[in-house]
């Protein structure tokens, strides 16, 4: 717990510490968004409690979203119909990182309870638990207090991200320890090089793998087979930065990166090919197209982009409209971020007569 704390103060105090490094005047590009949908409530009509993670079936494009405080996963149709939960029943106790395989194996990272450690639960496509794996007796340092928090499978490999732990944890499709991958860097120039917490894992549909440090600010990529081919994001609290990165998604077709800021309330886009930074959306707010202390993020297979808006206790689901204008350089843990629209031509300085409180719509 105490490690916990001291990460989260460290994380805060250096994004304070670099909120203000966006020059007077900088904004940074934005994006409409356009909202789809709002999923609020599980089969039985219970509103959700603490929504943290999406993923997707690829073969049935069936969306999953874990609850941690129900201790169930909802899983809704393609259309947002709620099909049917898993609960305690059928050991779902604790979970956070979902995953799904090409054959419908549902990967689950779940909390400590009083009889269990924290572990890897595997159910298949029925939904009936088939195997458990703790991290505990497995040979890497740190193993015995190894918390899972987000699982990512590719072909060959399964990846797992841990509650403040340096590196990610790799086993094979059978469970079995492979390795731990490491990343060293630097939260900002003159600080020293460390090994980098990572706290989010995925793999797209092309093979590639991306980690997210939330201590770092940053997210790195790497292909299909393995070798690093960059990183993106800059640590800090104003437009154009990160201050904790809690997820991270994406997509070829669409050419995008989309990392969402727990902190900032906020979807930063990057380019799929260099992870350039190209524009935000959202804010914090509690309207449609607002986040409240966000979690992860998700794109399904038809370019539809989702997000466990945490404290709003609700999956909001959109695509991006056009480029709605700049925003302000305000830091957002200060004022949420709104959107202002960029001077007409022969207006240069003049205010917008757009109302600032005008929240985005479906």
Not at 130 to 144: L, Q
Not at 300 to 329: C, H, I, K, M, T
Request: one cysteine or more; charged letters at 25%; aromatic letters at 12%.
């Amino acid at each position: 717990m105490r490690g916990v704390v001291g990460v989260l103060l460290l994380g805060c105090l250096v994004g304070i510490a670099f909120a203000d490094k966006t020059p007077r005047g900088q904004s940074v590009p934005s994006r409409k968004l356009v909202v789809l949908g709002v999923l609020e409530r599980d089969m039985e009509a219970r509103p959700f409690v603490s929504p943290m993670h999406v993923a997707f079936d690829p073969s049935t494009y069936e969306i999953y979203i874990s609850d941690p405080g129900r201790s169930e996963l909802a899983i809704f149709s393609p259309d947002f119909f709620p099909r049917f939960s898993l609960g305690k029943g059928r050991g779902i106790e604790g979970p956070y990182g979902i995953a799904v395989d090409e054959e419908g194996y549902i990967y689950v990272c779940q909390a400590a309870t009083l009889k269990k450690p924290p572990r890897l639960s595997i159910l298949n496509g029925a939904g009936i638990l088939e195997e458990e794996f703790s991290f505990r007796d497995y040979p890497f340092e740190g193993a015995s207090d190894f918390r899972p928090r987000s699982v990512a499978v590719g072909k060959r490999f399964i990846y797992v991200a841990g509650e403040v732990f340096a590196g990610l944890v790799v086993l094979d499709r059978q469970g079995r320890f492979v390795r731990i991958i490491t990343v060293k860097d630097r939260v900002a120039p003159g600080f020293p090089e460390e090994k980098a917490l990572i706290n989010d894992v995925y793999v797209d549909r092309k093979g590639r793998l991306y980690l997210v440090s939330a201590q770092m600010g940053r997210f790195y990529v790497y292909n299909a087979l393995g070798h690093f081919l960059f990183k993106g994001g800059k640590k800090g609290g104003g437009p154009g930065k990160l201050s904790r990165p809690s997820g991270i998604a994406a997509d070829p077709n669409l050419g995008l990166i989309l990392v969402i800021d727990y902190m900032r309330h906020t979807g930063l886009a990057y380019s799929y090919r260099d992870g350039r930074f190209l524009f935000e959306f959202g804010g914090r707010g509690w309207a449609p197209g607002w986040f409240n202390y966000p979690t992860d993020i998700a794109i399904d297979p038809q370019g539809r982009v989702y997000v466990a808006d945490l404290f709003n206790r609700r999956v909001q689901v959109f695509v991006f409209g056009e480029e709605e204008g700049a925003y302000s350089p305000v830091p957002s843990f200060i004022t949420p971020l709104r959107p202002i629209e960029k001077p007409k031509r022969g207006q240069k300085g003049k205010p917008s007569k757009k109302s600032p409180g005008k929240e985005a719509q479906p």
